[in-house]
């Protein structure tokens, strides 16, 4: 998850807060950003879980799409239903090749006149060059470079937050819409990556820091890490792009069909079409599944899966200890006749065979206001 910090490393408009609350920066997708605070990420996962946590995602890239015609543009580059989408309510997508390979998965919502992306901070430059790339005459992509993006995970996420916002606490899960909190004109997602209620709040960068601080000061907020927004998304069952899903992997594969809109399905007209009606048709080679290793020892990423004759089947590409498991749990891709739950496997760490078993996910509930 955390890369050297030997290059030039991006700040976001927190970078200074970060600093001051004791934050252990490190290099992340070309930024510094605070994989723990001095609570420790233990702590800070196990307070996103009973009350309300925050963190910095402003590394993300956000962007808009405008111009008649440009849901049906986005359309021509992702399986998801763009067109179908309501006003005010947003989704989960992915960006696919024409081989069927994820480019990159991301969130887009209706916001009335535009539709507003966030994509992820490692790939943003390529999304955002190949969304432009195949835009047609008279729609335009406008980046939102000047713009943080903060995360309030949590149940005590909004109910803390709708004092300052009225209406918020009237979100569904996916509700978007726009608030203007304090003078700060913000736009507020019911949505997040650790598998908790929450928001996620894009706020001009030059009022991020103190609208930040305002955050923390509400009751039963505190600053969380990368190392925390990995467990927790993790125990969510929730791929991280470049580990769980890739240019090599499908959405058949990562089991996310749920994100191929129905319409999209009878069409048959967006980038790999033809691998993934294969797959669904056919079954695909292998399946991402979760693992959960016997004993206390985590099996990381890269980890090789084998089956009960040593044969290698598979890959761990996520793993680590669940704090509010208990345990450790992973995810990984496995061939197609090992999926099933409860499936033995042996997770070969440092040499040596780990006993494990597939298990459904996400490990942790989700606990999403629908």
Same mark, same amino acid.
């Given at each position: 998850?955390?890369?050297? +910090?030997?290059?030039? !490393? ?10 001051? !609350? ?10 510094? !950003? &605070?994989? +723990?605070?001095? =609570? ?46 309501k006003?005010?309510r947003?989704?989960y ?12 998965d991301?969130?887009? =919502? ?10 992820? *901070? ?10 432009? @790339?195949?835009? &047609? +005459?008279?729609v ?16 005590g996420?909004?109910? =803390? ?7 918020? *606490? ?12 304090g ?9 997040g ?27 039963g907020?505190?600053p ?6 990995d467990?927790?998304r ?7 792009y ?8 499908s ?21 790999g ?23 206390? +020892? ?5 980890? &090789?899966i084998?089956?009960?004759?040593? =044969? ?6 996520s ?6 498991v208990?345990? &450790? ?14 499936? @033995?496997?042996? !997770? ?12 459904p ?10």
């Amino acid at each position: 998850m955390v890369e050297s +910090q030997s290059e030039s !490393l991006a700040e976001t408009p927190l970078a200074a807060l970060h600093r001051e !609350l004791g934050g252990r920066m490190v290099g992340f997708a070309g930024y510094a !950003l &605070p994989v +723990q605070y001095p =609570a420790g990420i233990m702590a800070e996962h196990l307070h996103c879980r009973s009350a309300a946590a925050l963190f910095d995602v402003s590394h993300m890239g956000q962007a808009e799409l405008r111009g008649e015609g440009a849901a049906a543009a986005l359309e021509a580059l992702t399986p998801a239903d763009v067109a179908g989408l309501k006003p005010g309510r947003q989704r989960y997508g992915l960006l696919t090749s024409a081989s069927g390979g994820i480019l990159d998965d991301f969130m887009f =919502a209706n916001l009335g006149d535009r539709i507003f992306l966030v994509v992820n *901070a490692s790939r943003k430059e390529h999304d955002f060059g190949h969304i432009a @790339a195949h835009l &047609p +005459q008279g729609v335009t992509l406008h980046r939102h470079e000047d713009r943080a993006l903060l995360a309030l995970q949590g149940p005590g996420a909004v109910p =803390a937050l709708a004092a300052l916002a009225p209406g918020l *606490a009237a979100f569904s899960f996916m509700g978007i819409g726009s608030f203007d909190i304090g003078g700060v004109n913000a736009i507020i997602s019911r949505s997040g990556y650790t598998g908790e209620d929450g928001v996620e709040i894009s706020v001009p960068a030059d009022q991020a820091e103190a609208f930040a601080r305002r955050l923390l000061a509400l009751p039963g907020v505190m600053p969380a890490g990368l190392g925390a927004r990995d467990s927790l998304r993790l125990e969510a069952g929730l791929c991280l792009y470049g580990s769980d899903i890739d240019e090599t992997t499908s959405a058949v594969e990562a089991g996310l069909v749920w994100s191929i809109g129905k319409r999209r399905r009878m069409e048959w007209n967006f980038p790999g079409a033809d691998r993934v009606r294969d797959e669904l048709a056919n079954g695909p080679k292998r399946l991402r599944v979760g693992i959960r290793p016997e004993g206390r +020892q985590p099996a990381r990423g890269h980890t &090789p899966i084998a089956g009960a004759d040593g =044969a290698v089947i598979g890959e761990v590409t996520s793993g680590g200890f669940g704090p509010s498991v208990g345990a &450790p749990v992973a995810m990984g891709y496995v061939a197609r006749p090992f999926a099933e739950d409860g499936s @033995a496997l042996d !997770l070969m760490v440092r040499g040596k065979a780990v006993p494990a078993r597939v298990a459904p996910m996400p490990f942790t509930p989700h606990r999403y206001a629908r």
